[in-house]
């Protein structure tokens, strides 16, 4: 799974646009990978369908979309956009996959409010089409998040997102007495789609004991994306270049795509990380069989890094410069 | 993604095998072959890009040209997957290199004790040779369900970790040996036991097409999932490819005709060309209940196997 952002807007700062001379960084490090046939072109080929994901925020900001995307096509990789609204006319091509973020579509994202004219521009496009929706159980209000589903009538798929936080950035998401009553909305809401003919997916990071079994044999029985407890290298690529694990762990990689081949340095990072989900605290750590099936991922990598993080056990990160060919 | 079948002979006799039909069993040569005109003019229906090509037989390996198959189809970019019995040493001599594309090799394992000797010597030399890129295929026609060798085979030779699980399917007109309705129960039973038995050993289930929800109560179906089960309640045309590029929608259906490949314009337009016509059978389902089923209606559970349906409707014993 590849994700780029090509356009990112932050409250109180200049939109971050990624230039096209970092896309060909992008293009060639892609290229390079795959014709080496090392591991991490697996991950890069075979992850998610070969999907890549464009972030666009907004995307009328990029003034290359239109040609990112229609590169990427070219080299037999799916293509979806990533928006919080904003006018697509031109942006993208037929063949390209829409994800938006219904939180910003609602209104209740603490980004700027869409105007209707995006969302009627983005309802072009809702027969391949797909929204996220952050399920944090502290902040959600299950009821209005029902009716809102309700109106995703005609989209491909809905991708449920737990909110972890980020390395280091504060307490677990869900507290452990909220998880059953989380785990019975979300199925309430995956069964609720299901009936409108909406397949639901679950974003990355959510471990899958958050679920009963019998909960799990009634997932089983809905259009849901399996496996839906997972955790893999996202390779994150910055407007800037910088190449990350994954959009959550920041800072903590320092490879930019520039460098020499930087998806096999995250690979290698992701190698060295992994050991650490076999202490996942939510599924009694290496004894459990869906860790072993890889049935789930151990929960967020980033969230358990952060559990990690007390002063008596705080591991050292591994940092790029302690990446070397190789190893 | 459809089944391109480079030969219609195998050197195996499996009793549950799907294809009985179409292929001559147990001889090694003599039969038809995909010519290289009727392979070009299937990579043409396959659309463009690098796709998937995924080969079947009778056994692929034993085409005459099949080291020439796999290198040329590498070297245009294909993805492959390959459906094999193993017993070949064309196997592990005709590998495309690893930087082209991905060769998945799917190895159907029966009881050990039903190959001879030199057919075990070569399963167990490909085995050896492929590893991780080799995965096993297990089709449940029988009960009770015998499978504690392919963890064996799996730990032993360090291969893919996935078992793909078939159930053995009625082909109507067609003596085969398949899973009765009344070995149902006691065969998915023996399914979850067996998930959670490998599990214990990073290994998982992988289903085929053909199974039906019901078939598993929430809770089994549970137990699957927390094992790492890839679960699968479908049941559409596959396409399979044969000679003279007849197709039919899937093994179970060779008994019926099949159409020309040429005369459609895309593999989508045969799919729908199978939907039409076995479209009335398909909506009844393997089971009464299955007409007013919820499952039916949102499109999780497909009713099980088609073939099976048929097979009931035309008085097979699918419910013995």
């Not at chain 2, 039909?21 to 005109?37: C, D, F, I, N």
């Not at chain 2, 398909?282 to 009713?303: D, E, L, M």
Request: contains cysteine.
């Amino acid at each position: 799974m590849l994700n780029l952002v090509v356009a990112r807007t932050v409250a109180g700062s200049p939109v971050e646009i990624m230039p096209m001379e970092t896309f060909e960084q992008v293009m060639t490090a892609l290229v390079e990978t795959q014709d080496s046939g090392s591991p991490p072109t697996q991950n890069l080929v075979s992850l998610r369908e070969r999907e890549v994901t464009l972030h666009a925020d907004p995307p009328e900001a990029q003034p290359h979309l239109a040609q990112m995307t229609a590169r990427l096509q070219a080299s037999g990789l799916r293509v979806a956009v990533y928006v919080h609204g904003g006018p697509l006319a031109g942006g993208v091509g037929k063949n390209t996959s829409v994800i938006y973020n219904a939180q910003a579509l609602s209104g209740t994202s603490t980004r700027a409010p869409v105007e209707t004219q995006d969302v009627a521009s983005l309802r072009l496009f809702l027969a391949m089409s797909s929204a996220d929706l952050d399920t944090h159980v502290e902040t959600q209000d299950f009821a209005s998040l029902l009716r809102r589903v309700n109106t995703m009538t005609g989209l491909d798929a809905v991708t449920l997102g737990v909110g972890w936080t980020g390395w280091g950035s504060g307490p677990q998401p869900i507290a452990p007495e909220c998880r059953p009553a989380w785990a019975a909305k979300v199925l309430e809401i995956a069964s609720a789609l299901t009936d409108l003919g909406v397949r639901t997916s679950f974003a990355c990071g959510m471990p899958l004991c958050l679920f009963s079994r019998q909960q799990l044999g009634h997932l089983a029985a809905l259009k849901v994306t399996w496996p839906i407890a997972w955790c893999t290298p996202q390779f994150h690529v910055e407007p800037s270049g910088q190449l990350r694990y994954c959009a959550r762990l920041r800072g903590a990689c320092g490879v930019h795509i520039s460098d020499s081949r930087p998806f096999e340095q995250i690979a290698r990072l992701s190698d060295r990380w992994s050991p650490m989900k076999a202490f996942c605290g939510h599924a009694n750590g290496s004894s459990c069989r869906s860790l072993a099936t890889r049935a789930c991922g151990g929960g967020c990598l980033s969230h358990l890094l952060a559990d990690w993080q007390g002063p008596a056990m705080a591991p050292v990160p591994p940092q790029a410069g302690n990446v070397t060919e190789g190893k | 993604m459809p089944n391109i079948l480079l030969t219609n002979y195998c050197n195996r006799n499996c009793p549950y095998c799907f294809a009985k039909a179409r292929v001559k069993l147990g001889t090694a040569s003599g039969q038809w072959e995909m010519s290289p005109e009727e392979l070009e003019t299937v990579l043409k229906y396959l659309g463009p890009g690098r796709g998937l090509v995924s080969l079947l037989g009778g056994e692929p390996t034993l085409h005459s040209r099949y080291p020439d198959i796999v290198r040329s189809l590498a070297e245009r970019g294909y993805d492959m997957k390959l459906f094999t019995n193993g017993t070949t040493p064309e196997l592990r001599r005709s590998l495309p290199p690893a930087s082209r594309g991905l060769f998945t090799i799917i190895l159907n394992l029966n009881h050990p004790d039903t190959y001879t000797s030199q057919e075990w010597a070569q399963i167990e030399a490909n085995c050896r040779c492929l590893g991780g890129r080799l995965g096993l295929s297990f089709n449940v026609f029988t009960t009770p369900v015998s499978w504690e060798y392919l963890r064996e085979a799996i730990v032993t030779w360090k291969l893919s970790s996935v078992i793909r699980i078939g159930l053995a399917q009625p082909i109507h007109g067609t003596p085969n040996t398949f899973l009765t309705e009344a070995q149902m129960d006691e065969a998915c039973q023996a399914l979850v036991a067996m998930a959670e038995a490998v599990a214990r050993d990073g290994i998982s289930l992988g289903f085929d097409c053909g199974f039906r929800l019901c078939m598993f109560s929430p809770e089994q179906r549970g137990t699957l999932a927390e094992c790492g089960t890839r679960f699968l309640f479908d049941c559409k045309p596959i396409l399979d490819i044969g000679p003279e590029l007849a197709v039919w929608r899937c093994f179970p259906f060779s008994n019926e005709p099949p159409v020309k490949l040429t005369d459609f314009g895309s593999l989508r337009q045969i799919e729908e060309h199978f939907d039409r016509r076995w479209g009335p059978e398909q909506a009844r389902g393997n089971t009464p209940s299955c007409g007013s089923c919820h499952n039916r209606r949102t499109g999780t559970c497909r009713g099980g196997c088609l073939s099976r349906t048929v097979s009931l409707s035309r008085g097979g014993d699918g419910h013995a």
